[in-house]
C-alpha cells in the first residue's frame, strides 16, 4: 500500500495539471472571435459571405472516406519524415541594417527575419517547441530556434499570414509585445486573437486583400492566397493572406499558405518584380493539394509574381505532413534548375544576401 500511494498522488496531481491546462491554456490558444468594429469590417469584406471568408478558387477540403488511409499512412514510415542527424543551425551574427540592402534570414518553418531598406520585418514568429494548443502534445520542433526572441534586433514590423498554430504562437506573440515596440500587422479578424493575449489595440493593424499599411518608407500590403483559418473547431472565422513588401527600390513576397491559384499572377503584375520571394513548399499532400502547394506549385508562384531569387519555406522544423523529410528541398531544387530561377536553400539562422546568395550545396541531404 505504501507503494501504491506515490502512484496514485502523481497521477492526482498530472489529472489535476490537465485540468487546469483544458481551463485556462486550451481557451486562451485557441484566442478569441471578432467582435463590435472588428466583427464590422470583416463583415464588410468581399472575401466574407455565410459567416465565413470564402477563397475567390474555392478549395476542397480533405474527404472523411480518405482519414482512415492518412491515419495508417501517418503511422507508417515515420522515421523517414525526419533527419537522421541534427540540422545544422546557424547563430547569425549580428548586423546592422543598410539602408539600401535586403537580406533574408530564415529561422525554420516560415518564420523569417526580412532587412530591407534599413527596415526589418519579421514574418510568422513560431518560436515555442510545439506547433499546438498543448505544451505536451502536437508536433514538436526538429531543431532548436536559431535565436532566442530576446537576441532579435528592434523591429519595424511582425507580419502574421494567418492564424494556424504553426504560424500564429500564442507566448511568441505574448513575448514579442513585452521584447519589442513594433505594430502586428494581421489578415482581418486575427487582431482579436492578439487582443486577447494582450497585444494594445494600437499595436495591431488589420487589413483585407489589397489594403496595406505604412511604416516609414517601406509599405506592407495584403494580397491574395488560397487557404483556411481556424484555431479551434470552427473554420474561416479569420482571414488569410499572402503579403508584399516593398520598399522605394527594393520588394520582398512572402506567400503564406497556400495552394496554387491564378491569383499570384495577378499579385506579380500588379506589384512585381520582386527582389526575393519566401514560397511555401512543404506539408503538401494528395489530400490536400488546394491548400498547400507542392514544390513544383511554389517555383511556379514565383515565376509567376516575377520573382529573382527564391528562398523555399514551410518546411525542416515541424514534420506536419507524409512525404519525407527532405522531399520538399530537393523537389524545389530539381524544378528550380529545370526553370532556370536562382534558388537559395539556406541553413536555420543563414542570413541571405539576396545580391549575393549562396550557392545551394545540397546541405539537407546529408542529414536526410
Known amino acids: 500500500m505504501a507503494k501504491r500511494l506515490p502512484t496514485r498522488t502523481a497521477v492526482a496531481l498530472a489529472l489535476g495539471a490537465a485540468a487546469v491546462w483544458a481551463a485556462r491554456d486550451l481557451p486562451a490558444q485557441i484566442g478569441a472571435k471578432a467582435r463590435g468594429a472588428r466583427r464590422a469590417r470583416m463583415e464588410a469584406s468581399p472575401q466574407f459571405s455565410g459567416g465565413k471568408f470564402r477563397n475567390t478558387v474555392p478549395a476542397t477540403e480533405v474527404a472523411a472516406a480518405s482519414m482512415p488511409r492518412l491515419f495508417v499512412a501517418a503511422m507508417t514510415d515515420r522515421d523517414a519524415r525526419r533527419p537522421h542527424l541534427p ?58 530556434p536559431p535565436v532566442p526572441l530576446r537576441e532579435l534586433p528592434p523591429l519595424d514590423a511582425i507580419v502574421i499570414s494567418h492564424d494556424h498554430y504553426d504560424h500564429l504562437d500564442m507566448v511568441s506573440i505574448q513575448n514579442l509585445v513585452d521584447l519589442q515596440a513594433a505594430p502586428f500587422l494581421v489578415p482581418l479578424g486575427v487582431g482579436a486573437h492578439l487582443e486577447r493575449w494582450g497585444v494594445p489595440e494600437s499595436r495591431i493593424v488589420e487589413l483585407d486583400w489589397h489594403e496595406s499599411h505604412k511604416i516609414g518608407g517601406l509599405e506592407l500590403i495584403a494580397t491574395p492566397a488560397r487557404h483556411f483559418s ?46 526575393v520571394t519566401l514560397v511555401q513548399v512543404g506539408a503538401y499532400g494528395d489530400a490536400w493539394p ?26 525542416a522544423t515541424f514534420n506536419l505532413a ?47
Open 87 to 144: 540540422v545544422p543551425v546557424v547563430t547569425p551574427a549580428p548586423a546592422a541594417a543598410t539602408t539600401d540592402g535586403l537580406h533574408v534570414t530564415w529561422y525554420g518553418h516560415s518564420s523569417a527575419l526580412v532587412e530591407i531598406e534599413g527596415r526589418r520585418v519579421l514574418l510568422d514568429p513560431v518560436w515555442s517547441d510545439r506547433c499546438s494548443p498543448s505544451r505536451l502534445t502536437g508536433p514538436r520542433r526538429l531543431h532548436e
Open 230 to 275: 481556424g484555431r479551434g473547431l470552427n473554420r474561416d472565422e479569420t482571414l488569410w493572406a499572402s503579403w508584399v513588401i516593398k520598399g522605394s527600390t527594393r520588394k520582398a513576397f512572402y506567400s503564406g499558405d497556400t495552394g496554387y491559384f491564378p491569383g499570384f499572377a495577378e499579385i506579380g503584375a500588379e506589384h512585381g518584380p520582386f527582389d
Open 322 to 368: 507524409l512525404h519525407d523529410w527532405s522531399e520538399p528541398a530537393d523537389r524545389t531544387w530539381r524544378e528550380a534548375k529545370a526553370r532556370g530561377v536562382r534558388l537559395a536553400i539556406p541553413r536555420p539562422g543563414e542570413r541571405v544576401d539576396v545580391d549575393n546568395p549562396p550557392p545551394v550545396d545540397g546541405w539537407w541531404q546529408q542529414i536526410a
Open 290 to 315: 488546394d491548400i498547400h502547394m507542392f514544390p513544383e506549385d511554389g517555383v511556379a508562384v514565383h515565376a509567376d509574381v516575377r520573382g529573382g531569387l527564391m528562398i523555399p519555406v514551410h518546411w
